[in-house]
């Protein structure tokens, strides 16, 4: 079912939307399974398991952390991942940057907007991410690349509030790609159940695990 459900899943995407399968939970037969039906990006929410898949599994796929990541986690992904998405302070952007020195690698994050009206959800206000890449340095972080943003929406069906939320994150986007010396070409939302809306609203990454690999336990 793996393949079928991805490669349904891949057909109707746009070209411009990169698919991160989030295999979190899932064993790594069911990783496979996906590798061979061609998925090379997979996405991880904890620290430990990131790194002990990506030791096991072949070596051109690209691991993505997607949750709440501890800072004192970061040194068990720092070799192995290709990008950060749920970077919520600039602590845990500063911890990223050491940890990426010390194994001499530069790696791409995303900032976390909060924008779901749910609090239980983690990243900067859309004020504070403003005011964060305008007084962004450009040498302050030389081991991490700020490449995008990543966002949630509230878990609901009211489908207007997520587009609104969803849109709330794309204005947000545009307007520090307009007005600070960023280039940011990474718009990291949606999920199963809402990766439709997303990409209408201009999301560029969509991430998806239970559609693709079943639900979790
Ligand atoms: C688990 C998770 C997903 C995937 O959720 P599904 O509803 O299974 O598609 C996406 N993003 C984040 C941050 C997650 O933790």
């Not at 990006?41 to 990541?69: C, S, V």
Request: charge should be neutral.
């Amino acid at each position: 079912m793996i393949k079928e459900n991805l490669l349904k899943i891949k057909s109707t995407l746009p070209n411009h939307v990169t698919l991160v399968a989030v295999s979190k939970t899932k064993p790594k037969s069911a990783i496979e399974e996906a590798y061979e039906a061609g998925q090379r990006i997979f996405g991880e929410n904890r620290a430990q398991e990131l790194k002990e898949k990506a030791e096991a599994l072949p070596k051109d796929i690209k691991w993505h952390m997607i949750g709440h990541l501890q800072r004192n986690k970061v040194k068990y992904i720092a070799p192995y991942v290709s990008l950060i998405h749920g970077v919520d302070s600039e602590r845990l952007l500063e911890q990223i940057d050491k940890e990426a020195q010390k194994v001499n690698r530069k790696i791409p994050i995303l900032i976390q907007v909060h924008i779901a009206e749910e609090s239980s959800k983690f990243g900067f206000s859309t004020e504070e991410v403003k005011t964060f890449f305008q007084s962004l340095d450009s040498n302050q972080y030389p081991n991490v690349e700020i490449v995008g943003m990543m966002g949630m929406a509230t878990f609901t069906d009211d489908q207007q509030q997520i587009i609104r939320e969803f849109s709330s994150l794309k204005l947000v986007y545009d307007w520090v790609n307009e007005n600070s010396g960023v280039n940011l070409t990474i718009l990291s939302m949606g999920m199963s159940g809402d990766y439709k809306i997303a990409i209408d609203q201009g999301s560029s990454m969509v991430r998806i695990g239970s559609s693709i690999f079943g639900s979790r336990i």
